[in-house]
């Protein structure tokens, strides 16, 4: 089975603080992605990474940055907390079928942040 | 952007009922994913289907894939408290992301 392990499940930080994300994923998938989900307004791609050392914005991008240093472990960064990053953080990794022609994503069990 | 309609947004039934909940698009998509989220967690890969007019079948869930490839529909039999969550669809367009629906929000009461 895929497994996609990210570092906490619940996580309360103050406003100005750097905040680290870590998520692991042991099948070692090309892909990896770190979204938010809010009430009503559903997934939102924060960014996305394709290798290890490369990394794509995804739709909400500000107020984040990235690291993927190794293929497994893609981190999300929010260098200086603010309460609009209160949130639900779920990491995903996918894998292509054998055509390369679809992906399916595999998630985390997510991070519940609050910023105080 | 390709939109992505869910409907309904909340579904609340009784153990035993039947319900069919719709991911819709707005031009074709390559395939589509479903996928169950219980609260607080994680969602979890369902399903993908890929062929136009395909249907997957799930112990009691059935999935189908429209022939113009632009919608598709999860029906459940005879729900049961443990379907409860949130049903999410997202579509691949032979990109490495998935653009997501707001999900289907499911309440299964005894």
């Known amino acids: 089975d895929v497994k996609v392990t990210q570092s906490s499940r619940y996580l309360v930080k103050r406003t100005g603080e750097k905040v680290f994300l870590e998520c692991v994923q042991d099948?070692?998938?090309?892909?990896m992605f770190w979204y938010r989900q809010d009430p009503g307004l559903g997934l939102r791609l924060i960014y996305f990474s394709y290798d290890v050392k490369m990394k794509e914005k995804g739709d909400i991008p500000e107020g984040y940055s990235v690291s993927r240093e190794k293929k497994e472990r893609f981190s999300l960064i929010l260098e200086s907390a603010s309460t609009n990053q209160t949130s639900m953080y779920l990491c995903?990794?996918?894998?292509?079928?054998?055509?390369?022609?679809?992906?399916?994503?595999?998630f985390g069990p997510g991070t519940r942040l609050t910023v105080t | 952007t390709q939109l992505l309609e869910q409907s309904p947004q909340f579904l609340s039934i009784q153990e035993g009922e039947n319900l069919t909940v719709y991911c819709n698009s707005s031009s074709v998509f390559s395939s589509l994913q479903w996928y169950r989220q219980e609260p607080g967690e994680g969602p979890v890969l369902l399903v993908t289907?890929?062929?136009?007019?395909e249907v997957k079948k799930l112990k009691r869930l059935t999935f189908q894939f429209g022939d113009a490839r632009k919608d598709s529909s999860l029906h459940i039999t005879a729900a049961q408290p443990g379907d409860t969550g949130l049903y999410l669809c997202?579509?691949?367009?032979?990109?490495?992301?998935?653009?997501f629906g707001k999900g289907t929000s499911l309440l299964v009461t005894p």
């Open positions: 995903a990794s996918s894998l292509p079928n054998s055509g390369r022609w679809y992906y399916e994503q595999y």
């Open positions: 997202g579509l691949s367009n032979s990109g490495y992301a998935l653009n």
């Open positions: 289907v890929v062929t136009g007019g």
């Open positions: 099948m070692d998938h090309e892909n």
